[in-house]
């Protein structure tokens, strides 16, 4: 089974600060770890992959995520905040010797204040 | 661009109709995929399929069938629509996996309230 969670509703941070949005998976294998972003009205868009290789990932808009296998963990970063970045971020992951789709997170809420 | 295409961007349907939810991928897609969105309860996915008249139940296929006769549309079919079914509603697509997993992209959504 493959599970991912979320344990922020939601993260506040000021703008030009550094933000973490957190994500713990439990697999039984070895995982694909995703980030994907939904702006308000907008449809999901896919951020960033972990898929083998170096443990920190590089993204769009700036964004980067660590994998850590010991704490299970694929954190979502970014070193500095922009009002823009506000939206609601899924985490998601797939065992690589599980089904094919992958199990996403609740969600966190990112708002960044001017 | 990958363009996925759902058919309404909002639905309204009286409870015990039979509901029908398009999907259309441009890009050549295998995988498709159908998932529910509900406030703190994330993504959900309801079924997928990795090729032509295959599928795989998703972890709430409860109330919900799917068809995919051609590679480029996957419907989803609410046999007979529940208030408890009232949700977004998120078609996406991907490429096979094969040996690395492929993004999905996802369209814009359908909102579906059942009356």
Known sequence: AQSVAQPEDQVNVAEGNPLTVKCTYSVSGNPYLFWYVQYPNRGLQFLLKYITGDNLVKGSYGFEAE??????????????????DSALYFCAVRDRRGRRALTFGSGTRLQVQP | ??????????????????????????????????????????LRLIYFSYDVKMKEKGDIPEGYS?????????SLILESASTNQTSM???????????????????????????
């Open chain 1, 67 to 84: 994998f850590n296998k010991s704490q299970t963990s694929f954190h979502l970063k970014k070193p500095s905040a922009l009002v823009s």
């Open chain 2, 1 to 42: 661009d990958v363009k996925v295409t759902q058919s309404s961007r909002y639905l309204v349907k009286r409870t015990g109709e039979k509901v029908f939810l398009e999907c259309v991928q441009d890009m050549d897609h295998e995988n498709m995929f159908w998932y529910r969105q509900d406030p703190g309860l994330g």
């Open chain 2, 66 to 74: 799917v068809s995919r006769e051609k590679k480029e549309r996957f």
């Open chain 2, 89 to 115: 509603y998120l078609c996406a697509s991907s490429l096979n996996p094969g040996l690395v997993d492929n993004e999905q992209f996802f369209g814009p959504g359908t909102r579906l309230t059942v009356l």
